[in-house]
């Protein structure tokens, strides 16, 4: 009997874990190219489910500018209502609780004059399997050991996509500065070059004519 019932608690945990990674909603993860401003919506489903959102500014269209002026971001609820505004950021992240379910906005706004690239994730989960399983003396301890495995995927799946986007804004930003220190070398030099072609061309009049006046 106690067999049987160490193999139905290991097979419990097993369909339990098994249920958590079923149930973990992937994120809503995209790149996109803002000119002015850019709008996209989230269906939070269930209230007191925690979101977690982030964005990075990949890259500037721009050769010779760098800016570090950054995208605004506001969040608005289902009713139109204001949760929560980012302004003038590059790089952000930010969590809050569902209030009210239904379609939550997400509206990016670009004041530069250059059409930036970002990097936007929502990530939310929802899990049901505690309203489905009998919360006796076996099932308790198993289901808070599920919930602890259940945050640590979460957050290392949320954190590992905003780290890579972090990663190839700034290899755009070092190749962008190479980019530019190189350009502003080859003109140097060019502008270099040019004043002492100048200066040899100036000297050799100036010799000619010393040497023309002294034959005279």
């Given at each position: 009997m106690e067999f049987w019932c160490g193999g139905h608690v290991a097979l419990s945990l097993v369909l339990v874990g098994f249920l958590v990674l079923c149930q973990l909603e992937g994120s809503l993860g995209l790149r996109f190219v803002i000119d002015r401003e850019e709008c996209f919506s989230h269906d939070a489903k269930y209230m007191g489910d925690t979101i977690h959102v982030s964005?990075?500014?990949?890259?500037?269209?721009?050769?010779?500018?760098?800016?570090?002026?950054?995208?605004?971001?506001?969040?608005?609820?289902?009713?139109?209502?204001?949760?929560?505004?980012?302004?003038?950021?590059?790089?952000?992240?930010?969590?809050?609780?569902?209030?009210?379910?239904?379609?939550?906005?997400?509206?990016?706004?670009?004041?530069?004059?250059?059409?930036?690239?970002?990097?936007?994730?929502?990530?939310?989960?929802?899990?049901?399997?505690?309203?489905?399983?009998?919360?006796?003396?076996?099932?308790?301890?198993?289901?808070?050991?599920?919930q602890k495995l259940e945050e640590a995927l979460y957050n290392i799946q949320f954190e590992q996509h905003w780290l890579e986007a972090e990663t190839d804004r700034q290899a755009i930003v070092n190749e962008g500065m190479s980019r530019r220190a190189t350009h502003k070398a080859l003109i140097e030099s060019a502008a270099l070059i040019g004043a002492s072609c100048l200066q040899v061309f100036l000297l050799k009049r100036l010799f000619e004519r010393k040497l023309g006046s002294s034959r005279v």
């Open positions: 964005f990075v500014v990949i890259k500037v269209d721009s050769t010779w500018h760098y800016t570090e002026d950054g995208v605004d971001l506001v969040i608005k609820g289902p009713g139109g209502e204001q949760i929560h505004d980012i302004r003038g950021k590059t790089s952000e992240k930010y969590e809050f609780v569902v209030q009210k379910q239904g379609v939550h906005q997400f509206c990016f706004t670009n004041k530069s004059p250059y059409h930036e690239t970002v990097d936007f994730d929502v990530h939310a989960a929802h899990f049901t399997y505690y309203d489905q399983h009998a919360k006796d003396e076996h099932f308790t301890p198993l289901l808070e050991q599920i």
